[in-house]
Structures are given as structure tokens and as C-alpha cells.
């Protein structure tokens, strides 16, 4: 079992920001798929952002341009920064590891924008 554990969460203002924080148990940490996922009250868990093994990032469209991944392979940890954060973001923001047999979530942080 691999363990994920999300830290950075808080509250912030409309148009603030926030770096989210990802940290793997996982000696294999460089092979896993990584994703960050969200979920607010009534609302299905979305894709916000994932970041392959080879680096390729992909980005929900409400998020692009003000959201960016990377991962320090090294660290095995997968950060998550945020900017121009909107209302809309409020919300659970959950880690995950994925390779082709197995999948890992974290236990959620939580963000909250509002004034």
C-alpha cells in the first residue's frame, strides 16, 4: 500500500493563491501517474490536473492557466499551485498514484476561496 498525505490547504481570498503538497511512501514514486482530484458537496470527484512518469501534464479546462503541477521525483513528492484562485475552487483536493494494476488516493485537503 502506498501512502499519500496532502498538506497546504486553507483558506484564501478571491484571486489569491495556494501550493498544495503531495508526499509518497512509495520507493517507486517515479514510475506512478500522478493526479490531483476535487470534490465539493453535491458535485462528482473531478480531474483538476495530472502529471505522468514522462512529465506530460494535462489540465482541466478550468484550471488552465492558473493551475500547475510538477513532481520532484527525488523528494517523491507532487505539488499542486494554485493561482487566481475563484470561489468555484472551494473544495476537498485529493492526491492520487496510479500505475496500470493499482490506485492510491490520499486522505483530501481542504480549500476554501471566498471573502
Known amino acids: 500500500q502506498v501512502q499519500l498525505v496532502e498538506s497546504g490547504g486553507g483558506s484564501v481570498q478571491p484571486g489569491g493563491s495556494l501550493r498544495l503538497l503531495c508526499a509518497s511512501s512509495s520507493a517507486a514514486f517515479r514510475v506512478y501517474d500522478m493526479g490531483w482530484y476535487r470534490q465539493s458537496p453535491g458535485n462528482p470527484r473531478e480531474m483538476v490536473a495530472t502529471?505522468?512518469?514522462?512529465?506530460?501534464?494535462q489540465y482541466a479546462d478550468s484550471v488552465k492557466g492558473r493551475f500547475t503541477v510538477s513532481r520532484d521525483n527525488a523528494k517523491r513528492t507532487f505539488t499542486l499551485q494554485m493561482t487566481g484562485l475563484k470561489p468555484e475552487d472551494t473544495a476537498v483536493y485529493y492526491c492520487n498514484s496510479r500505475v496500470p494494476q493499482f490506485s492510491y488516493w490520499g486522505q483530501g485537503t481542504q480549500v476554501t476561496v471566498s471573502s
Open positions: 502529471l505522468s512518469q514522462y512529465g506530460i501534464p
